[in-house]
């Protein structure tokens, strides 16, 4: 779907109010890269946590094997919730690639107005400009 620019008078002057579709190109690049990435952690997450037990020590004592469970467990639970945010990471980019598809990515959801392109590249998926984060607070 081709991207559409809009451009609208705001107090004499033109404000534009999207990307163009190299600009669009440029951000599905780098969103795409941080997506393989993303996939590639959430791999080795999910691979770590799938492991069993190989602790190797058969001659330990119960105490000893009641703190490795406990430091077990709690390593697990940690990369359960790293894993779980990487996913929800994955799946916000994935929204954003859509909003490039569509036509809306780069603008505030709340706003209307363009988001900074360097607010974009440091959170390609985001969907709120500065300005509307900081009136949520």
């Known amino acids: 779907m081709f991207a559409f620019i809009l451009n609208r008078i705001v107090m004499g002057k033109e404000e534009k109010q999207g990307y163009s579709a190299s600009e669009l190109q440029e951000f599905e690049e780098l969103i795409n890269l ?6 590639k952690e959430l ?11 190989d602790s190797g020590t058969d001659a330990s004592s119960a105490y000893a094997k009641i703190l490795e469970d406990g430091a ?5 639970e940690s990369l359960s919730q790293l894993a779980a945010r990487q996913q ?14 569509n036509g809306t990515y ?32």
């Open 88 to 101: 929800k990471f994955i799946n916000n980019l994935e929204n954003a690639l859509i909003r490039i598809k």
């Open 72 to 76: 077990d467990t709690a390593e697990k």
């Open 43 to 53: 791999h080795n997450l999910k691979s770590t946590l799938s492991k069993d037990d």
């Open 106 to 137: 780069g603008v505030c959801v709340d706003t209307g107005k363009l988001i900074p392109k360097e607010r974009l590249r440091a959170v390609p998926h985001t969907m709120h400009s500065i300005e509307a984060k900081l009136n949520r607070k």
């Open 34 to 39: 941080k997506l393989t990435k993303a996939r």
